[in-house]
């Protein structure tokens, strides 16, 4: 197997990405009054009128409390002691305010439980929100709550949100399914439920997350990837990239015990000759040494799709497609992954590594001489 290092960031970690961003551009002050309360001010005797401006009955000095909150916790400072005060907020009207409510319980729920606990017929209102990003945060945060008396509340946020108009409420489900699970394994029946009923998503946004909780829940379980297939093959150049990692390292193990091997031909040809076998051993090995070799239409259509990502700006999304050429491709068709390969050690000295040291397991145990011609050549 190729060492796929590169591939170290979890997918997980990008759920609140979309709303963080958001909450990033909200934050720049627009008044003179507001630049006092700069989102990374080193004031921080400022700080200690915070529960008073979340106490307050004016919206505008709560969302100016939330936009420093959210400051603080993005220069690493703990905000923890301000839970109380931020959790009577989450059900305001202000939407701008609920956003960044819900970013900070997402960061302390796990810390908090017992206050979290409290505010949980709230998240279960949000679940019903008219906005998308409160229904997907308020899912977020219920999936944070580490105690095992609201799995049932869990297990019914997640059915629910599995089957929301927005993709971007479906991702989140999809998310929410390993951190169920790895609360409640013997939720694992009902949790495979929704997974069979994600994978039929069309939606590029929820592929990647749902082949990530299919990894993680059940991946014993490839009968569910016979259907989605083809669906998942024709997506994966619209997913974004680290889904596209997920979904090929998948790809790659569904195709390897599911088609029949390229390089078998080969390796009949090399076979030496047992003196030992009879005449009948002989006579088999002949035989089928004899007939040709013909790839299946599924198998030629992973490849063809795969192949246009040997372009792609993401190191671990050239390496997983070099991965799967090499367990897939028939011989000739190996060496297409070479440029991209030899185009990577342009990049940092860890990526360069890492590269090198897959051309040579490529290069020594397929005997793929041109992949070392094309690294003293240097990069293209």
Request: net charge positive; aromatic share 6%.
């Amino acid at each position: 197997m190729l060492n796929m290092s590169t591939n170290s960031l979890s997918y997980n970690d990008q759920g609140g990405a979309e709303l963080v961003v958001e909450v990033g551009q909200e934050s720049t002050p627009t008044s003179g009054a507001g630049m006092g309360f700069g989102l990374f001010s080193t004031d921080f005797k400022k700080n200690d009128d915070l529960k008073e401006m979340l106490e307050s009955s004016k919206d505008s000095l709560k969302l100016e409390a939330m936009k420093r909150i959210v400051g603080l916790i993005a220069k690493g400072k703990n905000a923890s002691e301000l839970f109380p005060a931020v959790v009577k907020n989450v059900a305001s009207k202000n939407i701008e305010l609920k956003k960044l409510v819900y970013v900070y319980l997402v960061r302390y729920a796990e810390e908090q439980q017992d206050l979290a606990l409290l505010s949980i017929s709230t998240f279960q209102r949000a679940l019903k929100d008219p906005n998308q990003l409160i229904r997907a945060s308020a899912l977020r945060v219920l999936s944070s709550i580490r105690v095992t008396i609201i799995v049932p509340i869990m297990m019914l946020a997640i059915k629910e949100a599995a089957t929301d108009l927005s993709p971007y409420v479906r991702k989140t489900a999809a998310h929410a399914i390993q951190k169920l699970y790895s609360l409640e394994p013997d939720q694992k029946e009902h949790l495979i439920e929704v997974i069979e009923k994600l994978l039929k998503d069309k939606s590029t946004l929820v592929a990647g997350s749902v082949v990530m909780a299919f990894e993680e829940v059940c991946p014993e379980r490839i009968d569910l990837i016979h259907k989605n297939y083809r669906k998942l093959c024709n997506l994966l150049v619209d997913v974004e990239e680290w889904g596209q990692v997920v979904i090929i390292n998948m790809l790659t193990r569904y195709a390897r015990t599911q088609f029949l091997s390229p390089w078998k031909e080969d390796a009949l040809c090399e076979e030496n000759e047992n003196f030992y076998d009879s005449d009948e051993e002989k006579k088999d090995k002949s035989q089928s040494a004899s007939k040709p070799y013909v790839m299946d239409p599924d198998h030629r259509l992973l490849l063809r799709n795969t192949k246009p990502l040997l372009q792609s700006r993401n190191t671990a999304v050239v390496m997983a497609v070099a991965q799967l050429y090499w367990h897939l491709a028939p011989k000739p068709e190996v060496t297409m992954v070479t440029k991209s390969l030899v185009r990577l050690l342009r990049s940092h000295r860890e990526v360069q590594y890492i590269v090198l040291q897959n051309i040579a397991t490529m290069s020594i145990q397929r005997k793929v001489k041109y992949l070392i011609t094309q690294v003293r050549r240097g990069p293209i």
